[in-house]
Nanobody, 121 residues
Framework: QVQLVESGGGLVQAGGSLRLSCAASGRIFSINYMGWYRQAPGKQRELVAGITSGGRIDYTESVKGRFTISRDNAQNTLYLQMNSLKPEDTAVYYC???????????????WGQGTQVTVSS
């Protein structure tokens, strides 16, 4: 089994910062892509930021310059540093990993359970 466990969410005032972490554990051979998604009430889940194993990074436009994604490949851990938070960043944030459980196996998508981020005005 593979588990992705997020931590670091919470309540913060506008302009504040939070750092999310996502630890992947279990039978993992290789992780290709990792990303952070978020879903606000009544809205579709959207990609916030993603990073490949080679370090290529993508951000959604609304978080550029404020959020920084990083990963520790040795620890199978993903991070999201969120600065200058705005009320519109309020959402449940989910970790996603596209990974291979064993050599020669297929790559599948796995999700964490989500962590709530609430930004008050």
């Amino acid at each position: 089994q593979v588990q992705l466990v997020e931590s670091g969410g919470g309540l913060v005032q506008a302009g504040g910062s939070l750092r999310l972490s996502c630890a992947a554990s279990g039978r993992i051979f290789s992780i290709n892509y990792m990303g952070w998604y978020r879903q606000a009430p009544g809205k579709q889940r959207e990609l916030v930021a993603g990073i490949t194993s080679g370090g290529r990074i993508d951000y959604t436009e609304s978080v550029k310059g404020r959020f920084t994604i990083s990963r520790d490949n040795a620890q199978n851990t993903l991070y999201l540093q969120m600065n200058s938070l705005k009320p519109e960043d309020t959402a449940v944030y989910y970790c996603n990993a596209n990974l291979q459980r064993y050599s020669g196996g297929y790559y599948g998508d796995y999700w964490g359970q989500g962590t709530q981020v609430t930004v008050s005005s």
